[in-house]
Antibody, heavy 116, light 110 residues
Framework: QVQLVQSGAEVKKPGASVKVSCQAS????????ISWVRQAPGQGLEWMGW????????IYAQNFQGRVAMTADTSTNTAYMELRSLRSDDTAVYYC?????????WGQGTLVTVSS | QSVLTQPPSASGTPGQRVTISCSGS????????VNWFQQLPGTAPKLLIN???ERPSGVPDRVSGSKSGTSASLAISGLQSEDEADYYC???????????FGGGTKLTVL
């Protein structure tokens, strides 16, 4: 079965960077893209961007342009999302999700807390 | 402010039918299919409906979706306590070149 397993919770100071990983199994990794979606405490879902795992093409949401980088390693079936210049309002649960014209399976989420 | 508009809350008693609406525009729902996600408390979202009205394997047939123009709806009949969750609609937006979500609807089973 499809599984997306994300890295553990992180606590970061304002201005720092965070890199979250998402290891996929149960399907051919390079056949599907990966989207990243975040959810601030008590809030809704916000799409951050997408990466085509077979050629590293990326599409980033305007809100994150210049501050986010998504990469993929087909040798380990792992996708990564790095967010820079963290602010307190970046505190959220970050999800990876399998996405090939449709978001279907999701990772368990990674809580990133930004606090001084 | 979400691009897609959903009511913040909905409710029903066990056995009832409830519907949740999702309103968008020509660049998202008007041009592309709608997906619905269910998020139980403290868990990741789960795909409930894709391509407007298709149920993934394992989703009961008392759950259905529809789309008309720039709006979509999710219907759950035979309401059960386990349906108590947050529900989100989503569609690709051609103008923004990305996925857009509704703000979410909290469904309470009374």
């Amino acid at each position: 079965q499809v599984q997306l397993v994300q890295s553990g919770a992180e606590v970061k100071k304002p201005g720092a960077s965070v890199k979250v990983s998402c290891q996929a199994s149960g399907y051919t990794f390079s056949d599907y893209g990966i989207s990243w979606v975040r959810q601030a405490p008590g809030q809704g879902l916000e799409w951050m961007g997408w990466i085509a795992t077979y050629n590293d093409k990326t599409i980033y949401a305007q809100n994150f342009q210049g501050r986010v980088a998504m990469t993929a390693d087909t040798s380990t079936n792992t996708a990564y999302m790095e967010l820079r210049s963290l602010r307190s309002d970046d505190t959220a649960v970050y999800y990876c999700a399998r996405d090939q014209a449709m978001i279907d399976d999701w990772g368990q989420g990674t809580l990133v807390t930004v606090s001084s | 402010q979400s691009v897609l508009t959903q009511p913040p809350s909905a409710s029903g008693t066990p056995g009832q039918r409830v519907t949740i609406s999702c309103s968008g525009s020509g660049s998202n729902i008007g041009s592309n299919t709608v997906n619905w996600f269910q998020q139980l408390p403290g868990t990741a979202p789960k795909l409930l409906i894709n391509s407007n009205n298709e149920r993934p394997s394992g989703v009961p047939d008392r759950v259905s979706g529809s789309k008309s123009g720039t709006s979509a709806s999710l219907a759950i009949s035979g309401l059960q306590s386990e349906d108590e969750a947050d529900y989100y609609c989503a569609a690709w937006d051609d103008s923004l070149n990305g996925w857009v979500f509704g703000g979410g609807t909290k469904l309470t089973v009374l």
